[in-house]
């Protein structure tokens, strides 16, 4: 997916000057620095802006608004898809110990204890093979658990850039 490009070179409807709303910060999220959107505002975008009217400019004010919150909405529902992904790769670490828990128990409860019947008692046999598939359980839920901690359910990026649009928004208000 490649970054969004910075500029005023024309919006959606091809307004010629008109800050689109795929500007974007270097990085390809967020707005630009607030400072960067005036400066580099040409000369003709000026004069349109001085003589139009109070009707076009509330209408070019929500119509960029509105591609600002489309924007955003699409950088969250990204980053809470990218989020989704660890957390299933987390659940199926899950599912995979469980069911190598369930198959080692069953399997090696019953390999490894009549091996130790022949040694020990039945009784003590069976324990020691269940203590051995509990750890290997263990192990797996302890690497399942890792794995979830690295999932972040906040979208971080957006709430920046709906952090710094708002300020964008209350300078251009002044």
Known sequence: MSAPTTGTSG???GRAGAATATT????????????????????????EVSEASLG???KRLTTEMSDLVRGEMELARTELKEE????????????????AAALAGLLLAFAAAWGLAEVIPEGFAFLVV?????????????????????????????????????????????
């Not at 989704?84 to 069911?99: D, P, S």
């Not at 957006?158 to 209350?170: F, N, V």
């Open 11 to 13: 919006s959606r409807d």
């Open 24 to 47: 974007r910060a270097p990085d390809g999220f967020g707005p630009p620095p607030i400072g960067e959107l005036r400066d580099d505002v040409s000369p003709q975008h000026r004069d």
């Open 56 to 58: 076009e400019l509330i």
């Open 84 to 99: 989704a992904t660890k957390a299933g790769k987390a659940g199926g670490m899950f599912a995979g110990a469980g069911y």
């Open 130 to 174: 269940g203590v051995v598939v509990g750890l290997v359980a263990a192990v797996l839920a302890l690497a399942g658990r890792s794995k979830m901690r690295q999932v972040n359910p906040v979208p971080e990026r957006t709430i920046e850039t709906l952090k710094e649009d708002a300020q964008w928004a209350r300078a251009q208000v002044r």
